[in-house]
Each structure stands twice: as structure tokens, then as C-alpha cells.
């Protein structure tokens, strides 16, 4: 069955110090992996995707598949990282339709 | 920009009332979507279109129900609501193609916080 799996439900660090987001999948096929990100009273928006190999507002995260893990990370976080953040998992096979989102981590960041 | 409005963002009704949300997409896109967003079970999929007239269940589609008549209204229709559907409604839509960057990524409207009493 697929599934996405985001252990923490919240993850609270200081200013500067570095951040990491667990998430983990299982799906037996190809997956595509993305982050998606809500700032207070904001919509959901995409974060990014592992696809593209890009670098958003200094998140990165690498697809594992050995692993099977797709991990958030910052070195530096902000205290406007503050938000909800989501690991989703597209199905390649049906061209995207379905997409399963994890319960989400909020992180919070001290100043 | 691609702009997803949802036409209400608070609604209150009473159990065993029909209740109806509405979606509205901009960008002409394909695929829309309906989620309900509860604290620690993150956004679970209702019911999503991937054109006009059709539909398909997601993962929780009981005591739900939806009409794609227009390819950009997506309405999300409890038949008969209650207590246990107050929650957060999310709409979304996205374009069907697989392009040269992977699947397409969806775009979310501001919510729906629906209380039923």
C-alpha cells in the first residue's frame, strides 16, 4: 500500500540552527516525492519537488530510495520557516491524479 | 497565477442539513480535488475529477458526494452532514499532462472551515 509517513508532528529549533523534516514512503513503483509548505493564513503551497533538484528559500531534499526516505532540510532556519510543512507522494501510474500527503510536521523556529 | 477560490471560508450548519462547498479554478485546469485537513492526519482525499462529468472516490468518500458540470467548478456536496464531518475542506487542482518535469503539482484554495452543529 502506499503511504507517506512524517514521524514528528512537531519539531521545534532555534534560529540559525539546521533543520531536518523526516519523511518516509513506501510505494512499490516509481514515486515522485514533494514538499508542500502553509505559513500561518496562507494557503498550501508546493514547496518542491525532488524531480527538479532545487534549492527553495534553502530547503533541499534528496530522494532515498534505499532509504525510501525523502527528508526536508535547511542548514540555517529562519524564524519565517515557522509552518505546517507536508511530504507528498505522487502515483506516477495514473499520471498524477492521486497524490497521498503525509499528517504533516509544524516546525516551529525560536528566536 | 493560478488562482483556486473556494466560496466560502467559514460556514456554519446544523446536522442532517445538505451542505454545499464550492471550487472555482482559473487556469483551466484538468484534474481538481477535494481534501479534508484534520491535525495529525494531514489532508485526506475525498473525491477528485480528471475532466468534466467524471469522477472518482478517494480515500474517504462516505457521506460525500460532488458534481464536475463545468470544467472549472469542482462542488463538494454533504447529502446529509454531520457532527463528524466539521473540518477543514481543501480544494485543489492541477494540470493531467506528465510533463518533462514529473507529474503535474496541485494548487490549493484558501479552505473551508465547516462547523456542523
Known amino acids: 500500500a502506499q503511504r507517506v509517513t512524517q514521524p514528528e508532528k512537531l519539531l521545534s529549533v532555534f534560529k540559525g540552527a539546521p533543520v531536518e523534516l523526516k519523511c518516509n514512503y513506501s510505494y512499490s513503483g516509481s514515486p515522485e516525492l514533494f514538499w508542500y509548505v502553509q505559513y500561518s493564513r496562507q494557503r498550501l503551497q508546493l514547496l518542491l519537488r525532488?524531480?527538479s533538484r532545487e534549492s527553495i528559500k534553502g530547503f533541499t531534499a534528496d530522494l532515498n530510495k534505499g532509504e525510501t526516505s525523502f527528508h526536508l532540510k535547511k542548514p540555517f532556519a529562519q524564524e519565517e520557516d515557522s509552518a505546517m510543512y507536508y511530504c507528498a507522494l505522487s502515483n506516477t501510474n495514473t499520471g498524477g491524479f492521486k497524490t497521498i500527503f503525509g499528517a504533516g510536521t509544524r516546525l516551529f523556529v525560536k528566536a | 497565477d493560478v488562482k483556486v477560490t473556494q466560496s466560502s471560508r467559514y460556514l456554519v450548519k446544523r446536522t442532517g442539513e445538505k451542505v454545499f462547498l464550492e471550487c472555482v479554478q482559473d487556469m483551466d485546469h484538468e484534474n481538481m480535488f477535494w481534501y479534508r485537513q484534520d491535525p495529525g492526519l494531514g489532508l485526506r482525499l475525498i473525491y477528485f475529477?480528471?475532466?468534466?462529468?467524471?469522477?472518482e472516490k478517494g480515500d474517504i468518500p462516505e457521506g460525500y458526494s460532488v458534481s464536475r458540470e463545468k470544467k472549472e467548478r469542482f462542488s463538494l456536496i454533504l447529502e446529509s452532514a454531520s457532527t463528524n464531518q466539521t473540518s477543514m475542506y481543501l480544494c485543489?487542482?492541477?494540470?493531467?499532462?506528465?510533463?518533462?518535469?514529473?507529474?503535474?503539482?496541485?494548487?490549493f484554495g484558501d479552505g473551508t472551515r465547516l462547523s456542523i452543529l
Open positions: 525532488h524531480i
Open positions: 485543489a487542482s492541477s494540470f493531467r499532462e506528465y510533463s518533462i518535469v514529473g507529474n503535474q503539482p496541485q494548487h
Open positions: 475529477s480528471y475532466d468534466v462529468k467524471m469522477k
